[in-house]
């Protein structure tokens, strides 16, 4: 049974989308509009100069570079709005997680997590630090050894947390009760055994 399911954040998707959707009209004004865009230089009558076929051949470069990253901006938000993908999906047996591609998922079993803990990691591009969920684990069993959003300190999975729909605290609540549950009754399994 599903205990709490983590996606991406829809209104983070919304941003992207929105900044997807500047890019274009920013794009169609630099390529036709020139509303805000400085047009090419042009003489008295209207003719395009020399500088003015220099200055559209760099607008049109410019154009499409924006129109081509404002639409993969705004398509891949859109899908992700649309396409609802969970990232996480704590479960009374384990974990089941999304780092094995964009569509396929690894599941780890409660008998293999040793700990769930939240911390902060370094950003690898020297930014701020980011949040990330810290999976301790005995057994990798068939997590992939290149996971997606995640990677390997020895046994510890580090998933990043950034942009999620639920607060990365209150995941590691649930998957802290979830594992307490799944040991209580690990625990108390063979003593059922043996009075039986």
Known sequence: MRLLTVERSAWRQFL???????????AY?????????????????????????A?????????????????????GALVGLVRRRPVLVIEEDGLDLFISGPKASAY??????RTVRSS???????????????IDVSDRGELPE???????????????????????EEVVVHADLA?????????S???EEEDG
Do not use: C, M
Not at 156 to 168: E, K, R
């Open 29 to 53: 004004d630099v390529l036709w509009g020139h509303w805000l865009s400085t047009p090419p230089d042009a003489n008295t009558e209207g003719v395009i100069t020399t500088k003015g076929e």
């Open 146 to 168: 290149d996971p997606w959003g995640a990677e390997w300190d020895g046994e510890v999975l580090s998933i990043d947390a950034t942009g999620w729909s639920v607060p990365l």
């Open 108 to 113: 780890l079993p409660w008998a293999d997590v």
């Open 16 to 26: 992207i989308g929105l900044v997807g959707l500047v890019l274009i009209v920013t």
């Open 55 to 75: 200055q559209r051949r760099a607008d049109r470069i410019w154009g499409a570079t924006l129109f081509v990253g404002g639409g993969a901006l705004l398509g």
């Open 120 to 134: 902060a990691a370094d950003d690898h591009d020297g930014g701020r630090p980011i949040r990330v969920l810290r």
């Open 189 to 191: 399994a063979p003593r």
């Open 179 to 187: 594992l307490a549950d799944y040991r209580r009754e690990a625990d």
